[in-house]
């Protein structure tokens, strides 16, 4: 037996106010019958000693004590073992209990958190379209402005919603679908939403990409839960944003197309039929590739029908920013008509960004209305990138002010070209050292009409900044600068040639408008519908024309050299000259030169063009 596991070194024991005898004081007390009454506790490893005195201690003893057992046997001493395995049995039962409550705990926290996951994984074929519950749309048609047409066909709708009476009793049918098509921020969510506040009817929005998820069968789920949460809500509106991610024609695509969009497709198809005839609900959706759409949505009876909203004209356009300048305090003297001009091409998105940018210029310089500068500098920002840096007075800048003045001056010699707007030195982020900068012809734009002259004019003004580094600089210093313009001429060429029968290889339109719909853009493109020979003879005439709005930029540029010197050292100094002052200075030379009498050597010049101008006229 060691010492170390002798009861003495187990320290203090309790005892009733009294230090407990030694173990072997213990055996010496119980020979010579000073020990009453003995009760063991084997698995407490001690024993209850009661004294012939009446005291009463605890003392610590071996595991399987033989000796204590031996002496109280021999003095006679009663010994009784005290029956602990109850106690033992119940500690057991607790600490076990703990156990397994402790796992069940565990094993609780675990499901709950699987339990989470998988309700998600459910949950996804629950839709979770953005509801704007009665009256809870604000937008009224007074908000939308700019296109008269589209609100006029939608007030109609308005009227099915409010008071459907009118049209069920003469045994009208009320249009399930309006499909709104348009280019990207014409308003046509604003329309769906001016719709539903105007009737008071609740509005369901969603875009038709939050359908397709990444699980097959997904997207037709949340389509059925869309329509089933729309019918307890009826009357009301439901609007799908682009519509052809989910709309496109089956069978279309790589690899036998997208399972889960034909299937979401599908469903969006049974269900327009499913609900009934004038049940209230009305569904409109909005998409800007009308063509790509599959014909079974748009079958009477489905999307029947169908809106244009297009991109407002200059009277809407002032029209927008008069609405978007309701809550915007603008300076005396700021015409929206002048800047509806100054922004054609502009949608109604455009138009209010341009707005919210002058007065978020206007807060920083710490003005109080909104003025011409705030509104000249926002539509700069927005059309050309942020400002960068203004060029030192370096070799740089100067070509720079060569190229640009190239374009501004072409500009304004070619007949049918865009009208000047004004040429900057000041330099945009992007390495844009400068720009010239048009405005499209207002008739042109509207009507979509583009004549060939104007194409041809386009590409003499793109050439003009190449022309004019190559009359300064010569031919070996020109520099990549121009590359996009010859893009752009490239461009303009092909089309041409290809699309509108503006060439020599006659009235056919050889390619299609725009990249392959279903292939994804410019991944792969299709084969040609043209020969190899034909493809050649594209190509140079391609080439042919790029060749010539070249030499006709030079030839316009080259007797015009010490005017490019004098709008050169201007531009430097000043660093933007606005159109009209441009087309000042031009015409002042102009006249300067047909006094000095080098007429006749302008004369030549003409004729050069006019010869080249023929070539091209071809
Ligand atoms: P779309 O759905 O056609 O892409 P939105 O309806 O979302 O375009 O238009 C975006 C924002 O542009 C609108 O919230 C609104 O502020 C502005 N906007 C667009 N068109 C108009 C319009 N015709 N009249 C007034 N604001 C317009």
Redesign the pocket.
């Given at each position: 037996m060691s010492s170390d596991s002798s009861p003495q070194a187990r320290g203090t024991w309790p005892a009733r106010g009294v230090d407990p005898p030694s173990y072997s004081q213990l055996l010496t007390d119980i020979r010579e019958g000073r020990v009453k009454d003995l009760e063991l506790s084997p698995r407490q490893q001690e024993v209850r000693v009661e004294f012939g005195d009446g005291r009463e201690l605890r003392v610590p003893v071996f595991a399987n004590d033989q000796q204590l057992l031996r002496t109280a046997e021999q003095a006679g001493v009663p010994l009784t073992v005290r029956d602990d395995r109850a106690d033992a049995a119940s500690a057991a039962l607790v600490s076990n209990g703990l156990l397994v409550l402790l796992l069940l705990g565990g094993l609780a926290l675990l499901l709950k958190r699987s339990a989470k996951v998988a309700n998600k994984a459910l949950g996804f074929g629950a839709s979770k379209p953005r509801l704007q519950p009665e009256g809870g749309v604000s937008v009224r048609f007074e908000?939308?402005?700019?296109?008269a047409e589209a609100k006029e066909e939608l007030q109609e709708v308005v009227t099915f919603l409010k008071a459907p009476e009118r049209y069920t009793a003469i045994g009208a049918r009320i249009p399930k679908g309006v499909l709104l098509i348009?280019p990207?921020?014409?308003?046509?969510?604003?329309l769906a939403r001016a719709i539903a506040g105007e009737a008071g009817v609740p509005f369901f929005s969603m875009a038709a990409s939050e359908f397709v998820e990444m699980f097959v069968g997904v997207g037709a789920s949340r389509v059925r839960d869309l329509f089933r949460k729309a019918k307890e809500k009826s009357p009301c509106i439901i609007f799908i944003?682009e519509v052809d991610a989910v709309g496109r024609q089956r069978g279309a695509g790589i690899g036998g197309g997208n399972d889960e969009r034909e299937q979401t497709l599908n469903q969006l198809l049974t269900e327009m039929d499913g609900f009934a005839d004038n049940s209230g609900v009305i569904l409109l959706a909005?998409t800007n590739r009308p063509d790509v759409l599959d014909a079974a949505l748009t079958r009477p009876g489905r999307f029947d029908r169908r809106i244009t909203?297009d991109l407002?004209d200059r009277r809407g356009r002032e029209e927008?920013l008069a609405?978007?300048a309701r809550t915007r305090p603008l300076a005396e003297g700021v015409r929206l008509s002048a800047w509806a001009s100054r922004t054609p091409g502009f949608?109604?998105?455009d138009l209010?960004n341009l707005l919210n940018e002058a007065a978020i210029l206007t807060a920083r310089r710490r003005q109080t209305t909104i003025d011409d500068v705030a509104l000249g500098d926002a539509l700069e920002r927005i059309t050309m990138g942020l400002t960068a840096a203004p060029l030192q007075d370096s070799a740089k800048k100067r070509l720079i002010a060569y190229h640009e003045v190239g374009h501004a001056l072409l500009t304004t010699l070619v007949p049918h070209a865009d009208q000047l707007d004004k040429v900057t030195l000041l330099p945009r982020s992007g390495g844009i050292g400068g720009f010239a900068r048009t405005m499209p012809d207002e008739d042109v734009l509207d009507s979509g009409l583009i004549s060939k002259a104007y194409l041809l004019a386009r590409m003499v003004v793109a050439m003009g900044g190449r022309a004019a580094e190559q009359v300064v600089f010569g031919p070996d210093e020109v520099t990549q600068g121009a590359s996009s313009d010859l893009e752009l001429v490239g461009r303009i060429g092909r089309e041409m040639v290809t699309r509108y029968g503006f060439s020599p290889l006659g009235p056919v339109a050889l390619e299609a408008e725009g990249p392959e719909v279903f292939l994804g853009r410019d991944w792969l493109r299709s084969e040609p519908h043209y020969s190899k020979v034909t493809g050649n003879r594209i190509d140079a005439q391609v080439r042919e024309l790029a060749c010539h709005a070249l030499e006709k930029a030079m030839a316009l540029l080259e007797p015009r050299r010490d005017l490019m010197d004098v709008l050169v050292e201007r531009l430097i100094v000043e660093e933007t000259i606005d159109g009209d002052r441009f087309r000042a200075i031009v015409e002042a030379d102009e006249q300067r030169r047909s006094a000095c009498g080098s007429a006749a050597e302008a004369d030549v010049q003409a004729a050069q063009v006019g010869v080249q101008a023929g070539v091209l006229n071809r």
């Open positions: 908000d939308v402005a700019g296109i348009g990207p921020g014409t308003g046509k969510t604003l944003d909005a909203v407002p927008i609405v978007h949608s109604g998105a209010s």
